[in-house]
């Protein structure tokens, strides 16, 4: 029962009682007088009825304050013990109990407090002896981790439901994120696979992968072509792993982006095509000119003749055709080199090993920094460079040759370099044009087009003292292998990409009300405004929100996006949350962002603080935007006074005080959201302590308390 109802009914009964017996005193002692002394005993009452009605306002009052102390002393002070000896017990065993009550509650509350330190030190002790057990598994999750993000596929791990449990950044970067400027994708944890790749492929997929396991197929695997979501074509290789009984427990996909190899698959099969039709005619006449000459060797000579010129022409032609063909083939070849950051000295020693291993001419290796960084196809440049180490030893008899790399401002020099014989730049600019020849093997691509895919230049240099000489490449620098590329691999960062407890999470039938909290998907979110009247046409200019799903906040899972208003922001509104309108100016407006956030949030539960107040605006959004956030919605804030109803403050900062939540980012929209999850993750399993085990039991409390009568 409500504290104040149980005060109002507890004061109106005492206050009852005790009128009822000084009246049925009176009545006894009138009852017992004569005739003549009950009249003026009624004459005096009568009388002095204003006394009496100021006397029972005493009264009143008295019991008032008696029921008061009662209360604080004995009731209300006990509820708060119980509140927070809840806190300390099942969410923040740091804090310790405060009572304001009598003497037996301060004793009482001493000795919880007493109780709570034991607890304490022995959760300590369990956490530290569970650390020490968990560091093997954490060890073997880091090298899973570490696997995952050095891949160059990108990989998904899902159940049987399509709920991806795992994702490498591979995976993620490939399908790209929602919308740009936001700082959430369309990968994560607990999301549906089918919204990346289609659904009939992959469930048709699943069953050919099950139909091969019940024919005995040790691991089957299946692979195909789709398209994803981005429009890209993305090629998908599935493979299942088994529950204890045989059956697929879920499926690990490696994705590869084919568009540009499909591409220049298809350009190369038109090349062919269209080689094989148009020498088709050509070889024809040849082959008919060929056999008549061959067929009749007493021809005459002017039908000799005739046919010799045959074979000349078609000759000519089929050579024309090829070397078109092959033009054609170099031009793609030239489009397909894909340039990628390396070190100089990685590029140098490859092509070392190359030019020795083909052509057999030793190669010494001089200064190479592991500062320089080059943007390259390695591939076609250790061709080059071995290209021109062949043609040094085939036309200048060079019987030895050098690498050596160095920095000029903006620029790598990669020089090969011999002793002795002098080569012209005439002989350069020749080589550049001719398709390159290494070895036995020729390849259509020049040097010149090499040079020009990187967008650099080559010359010959020489040092008349030393009788060397070298040719130099001159190519832009490149970047150094980025930091946050191999943040994936820090421990710190690592366990947003996997989360095994997901196994058994799979979709359920029952309606959502009737579905347990610890169950359920929530995107926690919050909102800064222009002002504090949404009614009166304040606008969002911040939009935040993370994702909890498995009772783990993902940080790293996150929307958040400024918003132009199109209206001024108030001086007390930035005075608070520091965000003035020349930030704002070329953001997208809220037109643009809720449909993004809506996409971020679909299949979860919204959870906020003093909900209310955010939702309106979203609300007031909705004719214009045609938006609308149908979700259920969970207020930290009213959560908070079921708990503790005789707790002081509800703010963002009174919670977390009490659940020990650091408070980071306050008054950004994600600082306070993330702040906000870990407030509603704590409420958890103090909620299951009252009962609260579903969502709507959730909905039910949330609305029984008088914060949930708070407009805006």
């Not at 029972?56 to 029921?67: D, E, H, P, Y």
């Not at 290209?387 to 790399?405: I, P, Q, T």
């Not at 659940?659 to 399993?685: N, Q, Y």
């Not at 009252?690 to 805006?712: D, F, K």
Request: glycine share 8%; net charge negative.
């Amino acid at each position: 029962m409500n504290v104040r109802l149980k005060f109002a009914l507890s004061l109106v009964a005492l206050f009852a009682g005790i009128v009822a017996v000084v009246a049925v005193v009176g009545v006894m002692i009138a009852a017992g007088l004569p005739d003549a002394e009950y009249a003026f005993f009624m004459r005096i009452v009568r009388d002095r009825a204003p006394v009496l009605g100021f006397v029972a306002v005493l009264l009143l009052f008295a019991c008032a304050g008696l029921l008061g102390w009662l209360f604080t002393n004995h009731v209300t002070a006990v509820r708060s013990l119980a509140e927070q000896t809840r806190i300390v017990f099942a969410a923040n065993s740091e804090h310790r109990v405060v009572s304001s009550g009598g003497a037996e509650l301060v004793e009482l509350a001493a000795t919880i407090n007493r109780l709570a330190d034991a607890y304490h030190r022995e959760r300590n002790d369990l956490e530290a002896r569970a650390g020490a057990t968990n560091a093997r598994l954490e060890e073997e999750r880091n090298r899973l981790a570490a696997l995952m993000s050095e891949l160059a596929e990108g990989v998904l791990l899902c159940n049987t439901e399509g709920r991806i449990l795992l994702y490498n950044e591979k995976a993620k970067a490939l399908f790209g994120a929602a919308a740009p400027g936001t700082r959430q994708g369309l990968v994560g944890l607990g999301r549906s696979v089918f919204a990346l790749l289609d659904r009939d492929q992959v469930a048709h997929a699943l069953d050919k992968l099950q139909s091969s396991l019940d024919q005995g197929v040790e691991f089957p695997a299946s692979r195909f072509i789709t398209n994803a979501v981005t429009g890209a074509l993305i090629q998908v290789q599935m493979a299942a792993f088994l529950s204890a009984g045989g059956r697929i427990a879920g499926m690990v996909l490696t994705l590869a982006d084919v568009t540009e190899l499909m591409g220049r698959e298809a350009q190369r099969r038109s090349l062919l095509q269209a080689f094989a039709a148009g020498v088709r005619a050509p070889v024809a006449n040849l082959r008919a000119a060929a056999e008549n000459l061959v067929s009749f060797p007493e021809m005459n000579e002017a039908r000799r003749v005739q046919f010799t010129e045959i074979v000349a022409a078609e000759s000519r032609q089929v050579s024309a055709m090829i070397n078109d063909a092959l033009s054609e083939y170099a031009d793609a070849l030239k489009a397909g080199l894909a340039l990628e950051d390396m070190r100089a000295a990685d590029l140098l020693s490859v092509a070392q090993r190359r030019i020795e291993a083909v052509l057999g001419l030793p190669c010494g290796m001089e200064h190479a920094s592991d500062e320089i960084w080059i943007k390259v196809d390695s591939f076609a440049l250790v061709e080059a460079l071995a290209y021109l180490a062949g043609r040094l030893r085939e036309d200048y008899g060079v019987r030895s040759v050098g690498l050596r790399a160095a920095e000029n401002g903006r620029f790598a020099e990669l020089d090969l370099v011999w002793s002795g014989a002098i080569v012209g730049s005439e002989a350069l600019s020749l080589w550049e044009t001719e398709p390159m020849q290494i070895g036995g093997m020729q390849t259509p691509l020049t040097l010149k087009d090499v040079l020009e895919r990187h967008g650099g230049e080559a010359w010959v240099q020489s040092h008349k003292t030393s009788h060397t000489a070298w040719f130099r490449l001159l190519l832009p620098l490149g970047a150094p292998a980025s930091a946050a590329v191999r943040s994936s691999v820090a421990m710190d960062s690592r366990p947003e990409y996997y989360d095994f407890d997901l196994f058994g999470h799979a979709d359920k039938a029952p309606g959502l009300a009737e579905r347990k909290l610890v169950d359920l998907h929530y995107t926690v979110f919050d909102t800064e405004t222009t002002g504090l009247e949404p009614s009166a046409g304040d606008e969002i200019i911040s939009l935040g929100a993370v994702r909890i799903v498995n009772g783990r906040l993902l940080k790293r899972e996150v929307f958040e996006q400024l918003v132009d208003p199109k209206r001024p922001v108030s001086k007390a509104s930035a005075r608070i949350h520091g965000i003035e309108a020349k930030a704002l100016k070329g953001q997208p407006t809220i037109g643009e962002v809720l449909p993004q956030f809506h996409h971020f949030c679909e299949d979860t539960v919204l959870v906020a603080h003093n909900a209310a107040f955010d939702m309106r605006f979203l609300e007031l959004k909705e004719a214009a935007t045609g938006v609308r956030f149908t979700q259920p919605i969970l207020d930290t804030l009213l959560l908070s006074v079921v708990l503790h109803p005789t707790q002081e403050g509800h703010s963002i900062e009174a919670v977390a005080e009490r659940l020990g939540v650091s408070v980071i980012g306050r008054h950004t929209a994600l600082g306070d959201a993330l702040v906000t999850g870990e407030i509603f993750l704590k409420l958890l399993p103090l909620l299951a302590e009252h009962g609260i085990l579903t969502l709507g039991q959730a909905l039910e409390a949330s609305r029984a308390t008088y914060h949930a009568r708070l407009q805006y």
